[in-house]
């Protein structure tokens, strides 16, 4: 089993609908992210948690939320979705104990809105 | 400008060249370095870290230049299995700051 899991792995949703992505980790991990992918702008930062009911923004968080109400769920909500939000949708976590930067990725969650 | 810059590519090497790949941050305050591989709609996933010394893994070399705020990194003798696209990750040592993503280079070996 992946030791970071996202679902649903795929999604095709209409404008105005609200659509939460769930990642969970076995990993023990601390620190959880969630990311975007498209075409030609890279992974971009959504919002990050290092600890539980800890969140931050990331580069593009207007349009999204997410809960973290367990160190091992990071939820990532679309209130109201929209086609611009139509992307290949990451989660990670990390543990930054060490000097390591080892990101551990889900395998994605592509999200489609109509 | 971009916190992290990279040529998108494609290099379309044939099997057994030579590549190098360049990446540019722009903080300055950045501690730390790594280079990421992701396959076609896959993951990314580490491939190394990027030493201020330099520091190879097998047919992989990267170099650091803190002082041109550059990073590098160069596949020898590359392989079919090379295909991919290389990110570079970029982490302030500031506290509460995750990893920064360059939109990555696209390498393609052939045959």
């Known amino acids: 089993d992946a030791d970071v899991t996202q679902t649903p792995r795929n999604r095709i949703t209409k404008t105005g609908k609200r659509i939460m992505l769930e990642c969970s980790q076995t990993?023990?991990?601390?620190?959880m992210y969630w990311y975007r992918q498209d075409p030609g702008l890279g992974l971009r930062l959504i919002y990050y948690?290092?600890?539980?009911?800890?969140?931050n923004k990331g580069e593009i968080s207007d349009g999204y939320s997410v809960s973290r109400q367990a160190q091992a769920k990071f939820s990532l909500s679309l209130e109201s979705a929209i086609p611009n939000q139509t992307a290949l949708y990451f989660c990670a976590t990390s543990d930054f104990k060490g000097v390591s930067g080892e990101l551990f990725f889900g395998e994605g969650s592509r999200l489609t809105v109509l | 400008r971009k916190e992290v810059e990279q040529d998108p590519g494609p290099f379309n090497v044939p099997e057994g060249a030579t590549v190098a790949f360049n990446c540019t941050y722009s903080?300055?305050?950045?501690?730390?370095f790594f280079w990421y591989r992701q396959d076609c709609r896959k993951e990314p996933k580490l491939l190394m870290s990027?030493?201020?010394s330099g520091n190879e893994d097998g047919r992989f070399t990267a170099q650091l230049n803190r002082a041109s705020q550059y990073i590098s990194l160069l596949i020898r003798d590359s392989k079919l299995s090379d295909s991919a696209t290389y990110l570079c990750v970029v982490r302030s040592n500031q506290a509460g700051t995750a990893l920064i993503f360059g939109k990555g280079t696209t390498l393609s070996v052939s045959s």
């Open positions: 948690s290092f600890d539980v009911k800890d969140i």
């Open positions: 903080n300055s305050a950045s501690q730390s």
């Open positions: 990027v030493y201020s």
């Open positions: 990993k023990g991990h601390d620190r």
